[in-house]
């Protein structure tokens, strides 16, 4: 099965994977969508790069030289899924993460209701 899955991501691209009911956009953020996550007084440094491709914004080369709010764009960009950084930016990036809305997340709640459920299970001396 796996040689199968091999060959049809060398043949047909990467094979990608959803989670349920979600739905891959692979655009650039609306100001109205900018707005929800940042001030909207910044909305103007973001709109030069809105012309240019995501697959150019995460390149090193032209990550690295972008001025810090249009950086900040890119990796809310990241954030929201609609890119995939490289790990040449991710890991020399240093990141506030108070800027980014993490209690939105559905996967915090789903882990907390797995450790809810299953904590007393696992660990039946330490839930009492």
Partial sequence: MSQIL????????????RRKGQFESRE???RSEYEQYRSAET???????LSSSLTDLVQPTIFFK???TQRDYVLLLAFLQRISLPLEIVFPT????????FPELPNFEYFDALYDKYYPVLYPMDSE
Wanted: glycine content about 10%.
């Fill in 94 to 101: 240093k990141t506030e993460f108070n800027k980014f809305p």
């Fill in 66 to 68: 972008l001025p810090g």
């Fill in 43 to 49: 909305w103007g440094r973001v709109e030069p790069i």
């Fill in 28 to 30: 650039h953020l609306t």
């Fill in 6 to 17: 091999a060959w049809q991501s060398l043949r047909f691209g990467p094979i990608t994977v």
